[in-house]
């Protein structure tokens, strides 16, 4: 198929066409009340090459799909490999859902359990969106979260992980970088869902702003701050980090048994150390000044 150019700068094409689908798509209105899952999103890019990505399968699990390993896996495997991109995007949880979560110290509120259910599935529509757009223009392109290659994995190490991680993905692509509670705070915050589609599209790189891979946190930062760990009614965030196995068992187990029903959702997340923090709507101040403002 030919190739349609995207013109001068493809990454203000990408990010216009993700803009648009997240402000016009009727997906991504609420079914209680119509209003808003997901604001503006955050749109980054990396070379498929970026090496993070290999480091990723030391740091996760070499089950950890390269961006080359699961375009080739969908496409077929070249003798002469072609230039790949990766697109991720942050979508940040509407004032009115984070609110209502703030409010909450026991269970999600029913507008976040609908977002982690409802606005996820806006979210698979998106990656398909943008799968099918470039494919219109003449590139491949795969989302590896919605790819059949995808799979969750126990590892042996890290506890549940899979072979896709859109965290990771958006780090590499200068998104944002890791809090206390393993959450990505991006510069609009934590309360997120992320997405991502490998492409052979040449894309320029985000230049990656944040000096470490925990640079966004108050706690790695000057020790100042806990207030997800506070907020977490499982005990699952100390100084030590994210427990995942005891936030799993009560997201997917307590959360799920208690309000699943009630809130009518076959999944519910819980995102209370997501929200009522100072990482819930940005890069909390005193960092910004520190390190983004020379
Ligand atoms: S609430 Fe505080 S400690 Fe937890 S991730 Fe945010 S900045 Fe870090
Ligand atoms: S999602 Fe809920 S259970 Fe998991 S760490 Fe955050 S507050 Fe704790």
């Known amino acids: 198929m030919e190739r349609i150019t995207l013109g001068k700068n493809p990454e203000k094409f990408l990010e216009r066409a ?4 997240v402000e016009e798509s009727p997906g991504n209105r609420r079914k209680v009340d119509g209003g808003r899952y997901w604001d503006a999103p955050l749109v980054g890019f ?19 799909h390269t961006p080359r390993e699961i375009f080739d896996l969908t496409f077929g495997k070249r003798k002469n490999p072609v230039e790949l991109s990766v697109v991720s995007w942050i979508l940040p949880a509407s004032e009115d859902i984070r609110r209502s979560n703030r409010k909450e110290g026991r269970y999600p509120s029913l507008l976040w359990a609908h977002a982690r259910d409802f ?34 994995v126990r590892s042996p190490r890290i506890g549940f992980a899979s072979t896709w991680s859109e ?3 958006a780090y590499a692509c200068g998104l944002g970088a890791f809090g206390l509670s393993d959450g990505l705070i991006t510069a609009k ?22 000096p470490h891979h925990q640079a966004n946190c108050l706690f790695y930062f000057n020790k100042t701050c806990k207030a997800c ?28 048994r208690d309000k699943m029903k009630e809130y009518g959702v076959t999944i519910t997340g819980c ?24």
């Open 271 to 294: 995102g209370l150390c997501q929200t009522k923090v100072p990482c819930e709507f940005g890069i909390p101040k005193l960092i910004q000044k520190t390190y983004h403002t020379k």
């Open 119 to 152: 606005g996820e599935q806006f979210n698979v529509k998106l990656r398909h969106h943008l799968v099918s757009l470039l494919q219109r223009k003449g590139y491949r392109a795969v989302a590896p979260m919605t790819s059949p290659f995808w799979k969750q």
């Open 229 to 256: 760990a506070a907020r977490c009614p499982a005990g699952a965030i100390t100084s030590k980090g994210h427990d995942k196995e005891r936030c799993f068992e009560y997201s997917y187990g307590v959360v799920r």
């Open 46 to 64: 990396a070379s498929g090459d970026d090496p993070l990505f290999r480091r990723y399968k030391k740091i996760i699990g070499q089950f950890h």
């Open 167 to 169: 965290r990771h993905t």
């Open 18 to 21: 993700i803009a648009r689908f």
């Open 189 to 210: 915050g934590k309360a997120i869902r992320i997405g991502s589609v490998v492409t052979d599209l040449p894309l320029r790189p985000l230049e990656k702003i944040y």
